[in-house]
């Protein structure tokens, strides 16, 4: 769009919204013949009249004011673009405080947060590392890592940024002992190790014989409250588990722990990164935001 086009949309906008060449000349810091040559060259190029002109007062016509409405949507997107150019060019810094999962977060995000905190010298950062949902607004937290369903809060704004996948596995002297298991039927006649708190074992997110996904209930002999344990009690031999890949990788590839039923790796919790609702980012939560989604397009416990 030649700039004299755009010119002529400013001015356009502001007669309609101020009532008068004079009122939008003043906006535009024009003189109000100056607004007049602008919107009649628009005119001419459109070939349409857009204003009805009295001596008194100026009102759109109808295709004037359809014309209107599409140049604010337009002008207000263009000021969302700049604004947001702006947020990104701006240096992060001042003091942000984060909450994120205890051993997700220590294993997964803080990498992350800590070559931010590497980056830039003036960002001040507070991380809270525990697995009780907080609640954002009340306790003044800029920015979270959340594991599963999000709230139904207009409050929060939400980004994905990964999709957890998680193995059955267990560690080979196990399976030498008590033989490898063919189907999820199959575990059955196995110890299983199952994530559990107050009396209640999560179910597993399986694909079954059939290919469709479905929930598992294991009947677990050992039922831990937390992920790490669990991967501690899989490798000393305890039983069969299921673990996200996150968890286990590492074991994984040292051969310390082998996958059972590899096909019913699945994607079973999707994480967000949520924060407070605003009009616009800042520069400081927009900075890890971005660097979270880049870090978890291709995390690296997940390749291969």
Known sequence: MEPASLQGILAFVQAVDAGSFTGAGERLHVTKSAVGKSIAQLEQRL?????????????????????????????????????????????????????????FGRRCVAPVLFDISRQFPDLTMEISFN?????????????AVRMGDLDDSLSLAARRIYAQRSAICAAPAYLETHGRPQSIEDLASHSVIGYGRNGIVHPWTVRHTDGHLGKFQPRARLILGHGEPMLDAVLAGCGITYLP????????????LEMVLSDCLVENTIVHAVWPVTRNLTPKVRVVVDALVAHFSAPPWDAG
């Open 131 to 143: 697995d009780r949902r907080v609640d954002l607004i009340e306790e003044g937290i800029d920015l």
């Open 245 to 256: 890949t996150w968890l286990v990788a590492d074991s994984l590839k040292r051969g310390e």
């Open 47 to 103: 070939g349409v009249r857009l204003l009805n002109r009295t001596t008194r007062s100026l009102s759109p016509t109808s295709e004037g004011f359809s014309y209107y409405e599409a140049c604010v949507r337009a002008l207000t997107e263009i000021e969302a673009a700049q604004s947001l150019i702006a947020s990104r060019r701006q240096v992060p810094s001042g003091r942000l405080r984060v909450d994120v999962p205890l051993a």
